[in-house]
C-alpha cells in the first residue's frame, strides 16, 4: 500500500456492506438506519483498526440474521486532511466503550466527495 493512502474500516450488516461495495456511500439508506443517537452525530462512522469495526459490525442494526462484515476504504492522506479542513470528517476517542480507539466521522457532505475520490473493498485480512 501506498504510504500516501490511509485505510479505514467500516463494520456494517453483509446488505449494506454490499450496497456500499456496488453503489458507494448513500445518504438516505444511511438515515434510514442509524435512527439512533450517536456519538459524533449523523455520519459514516469508520476506524483505524479492523478490530474496532468489527466490534461494532456486531451492533449493526439490520445484521439481524444475515451477519456482519468489515469494509475497507482507501482514501490519500491529502483528501482526508481535505476533508478534516472542511469539517466534513472528524476524528475522536470513541466514547462509552471498554477500549481505547478513535473513531472517524464523515458526515453526510463528504459522501459525494468520496464517491468520487475513495476505494472501497471487503476487508481482507493481512497474513
Known amino acids: 500500500m501506498s504510504p500516501n493512502l490511509l485505510k479505514f474500516y467500516h ?13 458507494g456511500l448513500n445518504a438516505q439508506r444511511l438515515l434510514a438506519l442509524q435512527k439512533q443517537p450517536v456519538q459524533l452525530g449523523t455520519g459514516w462512522y469508520t476506524s483505524f483498526e ?5 466490534f461494532f459490525a456486531s451492533l449493526a442494526p439490520g445484521g439481524e440474521g444475515v451477519g456482519c462484515t468489515v469494509i475497507e476504504m ?3 492522506v491529502e483528501d482526508f486532511n481535505y476533508l478534516l479542513e472542511k469539517r466534513d470528517a472528524r476524528i ?3 466514547a462509552n466503550v471498554k477500549f481505547a480507539a478513535e473513531q ?21 485480512e493481512e497474513s
Open 92 to 94: 475522536e476517542s470513541i
Open 104 to 124: 472517524v466521522c464523515f458526515y453526510l457532505s463528504a459522501f459525494e466527495f468520496l464517491n468520487q475520490r475513495a476505494e472501497f473493498k471487503p476487508y481482507q
Open 74 to 76: 482507501l482514501l490519500s
Open 50 to 54: 479492523p478490530e474496532v469495526a468489527w
Open 11 to 23: 463494520g456494517t450488516d453483509v446488505y449494506s456492506a454490499l450496497d456500499i461495495l456496488n453503489n
